[in-house]
Each structure stands twice: as C-alpha cells, then as structure tokens.
C-alpha cells in the first residue's frame, strides 16, 4: 500500500511504445482541432465519424432496441450520441463535453467604414482577455442564410493561400494613454474592429467595393448579414510544443480536447450491459443557455424519444433513469503556470502531464454555482481509474478567493446523475493559443473509455 499521495510526471520512464501511441493519437486529435474550430464544424465532423462507426440518426429509426448505436444532431451545433445497453432503466453512463469556445462573433450589421479603411465590428463571446485578440491573424467562418433559406458556408484565412484579417493596436510611441489604463480597460470590446479591407471603388467608397467583392464571390447582400453565424477565430494551426514535441498549442482546446477524447472513447467502447451516453453541447461558454446549451430541454428529449421507440412509456420513467444515471463532466482544468504560480494553491492545483483533473466542485468563493461530488461517487471513480492503471489529480480551480469556474456538471446533478468534473488541464486557456500535454489527452480518452466499460 501506498502511504503518501505522490504525483509523478506521465512521461516518467514511459516506454517507447506508448509514447509512439500517445503521439500518433494526437497527430489525429491535432487534425480534428484544425478542422473544428467552431462548434457547427465540430458537430460535423462528430456526426461524420459517428456515421462511420455505424451510429444512426434517431429521426431515422421507427423503432430501438439494445445494442443499437443512435445520435441526435441538435440545430447543426450539439450532438448526443448512445450505445443502448442491455437495460437503460438502470441508469445512464453519460461523458458530458462542449464544444463551443471563446471567440469574436460579427454584429448584425458589421460591415462599416471608418478614415479610409474597412472593418468588420464584432461581439466577443464567452470569456476572454481582449487585449490578447489584437494584433493577431484572424480567420472568418460560419453560415450566411438567405431569405430564401439557401446557406452559404464561408471559410476564409485557413488556407495559405486566402487572406487574413486582423485587428489592430496602438502603437506604443503614442500608447502612454492607453497603457496607464487596467489591463481589462486597455482595450475596450467596441474597438475589437476587425481590418477587412482598403481599396475604395471609383466613387471613393471603400465599404462598398468590399461589399461587392463579397457579393461577387458569395452571393450575398449586406442585409444577409442579419441571418448570419459569422465567428473569427485564430488563423493559428494546432502545432506541437516543445523541442520534446510532448505539448500542443492550438486554439479552441477548451474544451475539444476532451470532447475529441469522449468521441473516441464512445466509438472504441466494448459492448458492455451499460448504457452508454455522449454528450456534445453548446453554449457551454455563456452560461449553457439557448436550445443548443445544456440547460434546453432538447437532451430529455432525444432520452425520451429512445425510450418511446424501445416502447418504455411509463411517466415518471426520465427522472427514475436520472437518479440512478452517473457522468464524467469532461471539461477542461487549470493546470499550473509556472509564469503566474501564485494564482494557484500547489497542494490542489494539477500540473499538464501529470494525468487527468479531477474536480470534486469548481464554482467561486464558497463552492457558489458548484456541483460538489458526494464521496461514495468520488470512491468510485477513483476505483475505476486506479483499476485501469489512470493517472489522475483532485485539484481545485485556483485559490479559494480568487475567481473560479463552471461547467455542466451542475445541470445534470440537478436531474439526479451523480456527476464528477473531469478533464485535461489547460495553460492559458480562453486564449488564442492554449496549451495541453500529449499525455493528459490522451489519458482522458483512456479514463472515459474505462468508465463507459466499467459499468454492467
């Protein structure tokens, strides 16, 4: 028996095989990161292997039955997908993740122009530093919608060869103004311009001619903006970090790191008696609302609608499911900075490539807003990595007083599932370029997978 609780690095005297392993899944993982930087690409991408792995979309099935592979796309931006185990009445396995992240959304009508440039103006979405948005390459996606319901997909600045956009800063020769301002005033959201062009047609009108390079390619009028999800997002690629290649910098790993973990963790599972559930919503970042977010009813529904065609009708039948239903909230955590150490408490904070953060409650303060783990289910979980040899940190988002976090672990514990936070710990996160280990990645797939086999 083990006395003391050491926490031991995952790279340590790890052998060459595994290692091989751990890289060559997040070769795989950088590729899904680079292709999913917003959830409406992240949502396709999941449906795409799901369907390749034989799931089928629940509005296609007239009846169910156990063993049967379903999904339920929700409004193109969050998907659900179950394994049905031998009997659903004895509750759920759920991996819950989101994969929605920070970003800069285009207002309504954001196409203006000011002393002799053009620019887009933009709403930021979900929590983020904005100084560290300027002075950034820029890339824009997402959907215009016409009147006449045709979509128009646009993707610009990934490709080497398409343009950039950027939003620009002060230079410091004139910035002594600006720099005796707080970091969080220093650059305000209204002036998160973002520069989309200069050229002026003949008439000297500059958003014009970009409007009409923009209608030329796409078909699109300036009032189709209104019916738009247009995002910028870092132009960055998801790269390797470090002369020893064992960390990742990429944008948007909160929290596709774990939802790219969860997916393959669902479509590797063995055929156990548990029913086994996937979780990919939206929202997440501003507060888990709307009906794409984790707090719409559209999750009950695609349980409902499964128990309705295996012909289990009973009332009351969801919230008995729930109660005896258990979920991995798998979002990311804190790991340590070692530039900005004193924000964490180094008994309870987790270090990347260390293994998976586990989180028994996050919230702020006094555990407000939290989903707090009863100690049997935390027992359990523990059982369940230590069987399969995990490597796992209990930690805490930061010092007690200092700020705090959330995820949906506190919306299902709410229906009764026994819930636990449980993720791949993040440096910089909510910013342009976050940064997770080869090893924690990878270990969170192999925890979700254990804990979808470990129930019967």
């Known amino acids: 028996m083990e006395l003391m609780n050491k926490k031991e690095c995952g790279y ?3 052998s060459k095989d595994k290692l091989k392993k751990i890289y060559l899944f997040c070769d795989k993982y950088i590729d899904f990161l680079n292709a999913s930087k917003t ?12 369907e390749e792995y034989n799931f089928v979309n629940i509005e296609e099935i007239e009846e169910l039955s ?120 220093a650059i305000e959201g209204e002036n998160l311009n973002v520069l989309v062009g200069s050229i002026p047609n003949s008439d000297d009108k500059i958003k014009e001619n970009i409007m009409k ?89 695609f349980i ?3 128990l309705n065609k295996m012909g289990l009708n009973e009332i009351g039948l969801l919230s008995q499911i729930y109660n005896k239903s258990m979920m991995l909230s798998a979002d990311v955590g804190v790991g340590i900075d070692p530039n900005y150490a004193e924000a964490s408490e180094k008994n309870n904070a987790s270090y990347i490539g260390y293994g998976l953060d586990v989180n028994k409650y996050t919230g702020a303060r006094g555990k407000s807003g939290a989903s707090d783990a009863n100690a049997e289910f935390v027992a359990k ?43 791949v710990p993040l440096i910089s996160m909510h910013s342009p370029y976050e940064v997770t280990s080869k090893f924690d990645i990878y270990e969170a797939y192999r925890a979700y997978l254990a804990f979808f086999e470990s129930a019967e």
């Open 304 to 306: 409902n609608e499964v």
């Open 12 to 14: 340590k005297d790890i």
């Open 66 to 185: 156990v063993g049967d592979h379903v999904y339920y796309l929700n409004r193109n931006k969050c998907v659900y997908a179950m394994i049905i185990g031998d009997n659903i009445l004895d509750g759920l396995s759920i991996v819950g993740s989101h994969i929605d992240s920070p970003r800069l959304d285009l207002k309504p009508n954001p196409l203006y122009e000011s002393n002799k440039l053009a620019l887009f103006k933009t709403h930021y979405y979900g929590g983020i530093k904005k100084y560290q948005w300027t002075t950034i390459p820029l890339a824009l996606h997402g959907v215009v919608v016409k009147a006449d319901g045709t979509k128009i997909g646009i993707n610009i600045g990934e490709d080497d060869k398409d343009p950039i956009f950027t939003i620009t800063d002060l230079l410091p020769h004139l910035a002594k103004e600006q720099e005796k301002k707080e970091l969080e005033k």
């Open 381 to 423: 979980i523990r059982s369940i990595f230590e069987e399969n040899d995990i490597k796992y940190q209990l930690s805490e988002l930061g010092k007690v007083d200092l700020g705090g976090g959330g995820t949906i672990a506190y919306i299902l514990a709410n229906k009764g599932v026994e819930v636990i936070d449980c993720g």
């Open 39 to 50: 959830e409406r690409e992240a949502a396709d991408f999941i449906v795409n292997k799901l």
């Open 213 to 301: 390079l923009i209608n030329e390619k796409y078909d699109i009028t300036e009032r189709d903006f209104n019916s738009a999800e247009l995002e910028l997002v870092p132009a960055f690629k998801a790269r390797s970090l470090g002369f020893d290649q064992s960390m990742i910098a990429a944008y948007g790993q909160d929290d596709r790191s774990c939802s790219y973990a969860n997916l393959l963790a669902l479509i590797n599972a063995k055929e156990t008696a548990s029913t086994k559930v996937a979780i990919f919503a939206d929202k997440e970042e501003i507060g888990s609302v709307g009906n794409t977010g984790m707090y719409s009813e559209s999750f009950d529904l």
